[in-house]
């Protein structure tokens, strides 16, 4: 039938963490009820990523997330923004470490994501995903995600001033564990515009950052080296650069 998404599809019941990437033959949207049917069991479940397709209002019902009791890690795709507050008062926001949820469209006029939560606790949230609208909309709300470690902005325009726009909202002393900014455009291409020195000389008082749109100092370098777990550094070739 139409409204089918999965036509058999069993999970391992332990299943903690879960990424798909489900290709768009049919349509790019499904019903979200009728995507997280065989994912209700999962109940170990602890991150829930699912790519490259839009999840529409419910056919029947709007998934509980407390069938998920360990869920910390989201990243979804929603069609309105409803949808996304509908997710987010359906449990405490101390319980997410990460939130990735991109609503379809550009419109300035629409609520944000987080609307009625700004004031919320986000003590716990480290990787926040959100569309270029919705940063536009809570820029001022970044201080209040002072555990952040990654940030990333989605659909940006072109716009070689968007480094001006993102630096004022972001503090080296506030948002002390930050490692990772990166800002993408449309199709995925990232967005890499150059620094005016202004930025430039902002951007290098941040003790961790290994990542920044335009930036490529050695500063980034040795903090991705410094940061690095040795496990993953006897991989691949160490270079070590020195100054003297």
Known sequence: ????????????????????????????SHPIDLVFQPLTP???????????LFMREPKSWFPDLNHWPHLTHLCLKLDTVKMAHQILASVPTTRWHQLDLIVEGDDMERPGVFA????????????????????VIHCDMLTRF????????????????????????LDPDIH????????????????DGPLP??????????????????YHGKQCARNRVRQAKLENLAARPLRIELET
Not at 42 to 52: A, F, M, V, Y
Not at 146 to 169: H, T, Y
């Open 1 to 28: 039938p139409h409204h089918r998404v999965w036509s058999k599809y069993v999970f391992p019941l332990h299943l903690q963490k879960l990424e798909m990437k489900i290709c768009k033959t049919l349509s790019k």
């Open 116 to 135: 009625g939560l700004e004031s919320a606790d986000w003590g716990n949230l480290k990787r926040l995903g959100m569309h270029y609208t919705d940063f």
């Open 197 to 214: 020195p202004k930025a430039l000389e902002e951007v290098q008082r941040w003790p961790n950052l290994c990542r920044f749109p335009g």
């Open 146 to 169: 002072r555990g952040l470690v990654r940030l990333s902005v989605k659909q940006v325009p072109d716009n070689p001033q968007f480094c001006s726009q993102l630096l004022p909202w």
């Open 176 to 191: 002390t564990k930050l490692q990772i900014i990166e800002c993408t455009q449309v199709q995925n291409q990232k967005w």
């Open 42 to 52: 999962l109940t170990q479940l602890r991150k829930l990523k699912i790519s490259d």
